[in-house]
T-cell receptor, first 115, second 114 residues
Framework: AQTVTQSQPEMSVQEAETVTLSCTYD???????LFWYKQPPSRQMILVIR??????QNATENRFSVNFQKAAKSFSLKISDSQLGDAAMYFC????????????FGQGTRLTINP | NAGVTQTPKFQVLKTGQSMTLQCAQD?????MYWYRQDPGMGLRLIYY???????DKGEVPNGYNVSRLNKREFSLRLESAAPSQTSVYFC?????????????FGEGSWLTVV
């Protein structure tokens, strides 16, 4: 079974600076997708960014980018120019391209933005 | 734009009581999921339904049952609630066969078992 590990329970960053959230995963599959979800206090799950495993190019969405290292099974999220609205729980998630295509989540990282 | 709708949003149950969480999506998705989120943890899959008429166990199915009533609706039932089932429950849906597509989540149902 696939597992996702986020080793940083909490992170903090100064407003306007850059922060990187770590994520590692374990799988024997070669075709899969990785996601970062943001969960603000409202508990809404918001998709931040996705990465297809067969694409070597790292995904980017405005101030959010990833560093995808397939061989190392690492998938970190970089937030540039941090804003107060970025404060939330961030979850890394894995989804197989085969079978039931379930989404498997990490434990989450709570990000605090200091003004 | 309703998306994924869950009811109720809040519920307090006594130990041993039963209840059903309702979920409906209006995006014509084939796959639907039920997750639970405990404090300080990520979401864990309880049950899922890859298509209408099929259901399968996820990571934490004990104490729950599900029904895929039709393509739109997927309900989660607690037959005899226990304090360990106090959690936030999320329903989600997606298009089956396209794993890169977004999984859409409901707003969550807060359940407390006393």
């Amino acid at each position: 079974a696939q597992t996702v590990t986020q080793s940083q329970p909490e992170m903090s960053v100064q407003e306007a600076e850059t922060v990187t959230l770590s994520c590692t995963y374990d799988t024997s599959e070669s075709d899969y997708y990785l996601f970062w979800y943001k969960q603000p206090p409202s508990r809404q799950m918001i998709l931040v960014i996705r990465q297809e495993a067969y694409k070597q190019q790292n995904a980017t969405e405005n101030r959010f980018s990833v560093n995808f290292q397939k061989a190392a099974k690492s998938f970190s999220l970089k937030i540039s120019d941090s804003q107060l609205g970025d404060a939330a729980m961030y979850f890394c998630a894995y989804r197989s391209a085969q079978g039931a295509q379930k989404l498997v989540f990490g434990q989450g990282t709570r990000l605090t933005i200091n003004p | 734009n309703a998306g994924v709708t869950q009811t109720p949003k809040f519920q307090v149950l006594k130990t041993g009581q039963s209840m059903t969480l309702q979920c409906a999506q209006d995006m014509n998705h084939n796959s639907m999921y039920w997750y639970r989120q405990d404090p300080g943890m990520g979401l864990r899959l309880i049950y899922y339904s890859a298509s209408e008429g099929t259901t399968d166990k996820g990571e934490v199915p004990n104490g729950y049952n599900v029904s895929r009533l039709n393509k739109r609706e997927f309900s989660l039932r607690l037959e005899s609630a226990a304090p360990s089932q106090t959690s936030v429950y999320f329903c989600a849906s997606s298009v089956q066969g396209r794993p890169g597509n977004t999984i859409y989540f409901g707003e969550g149902s807060w359940l407390t078992v006393v």
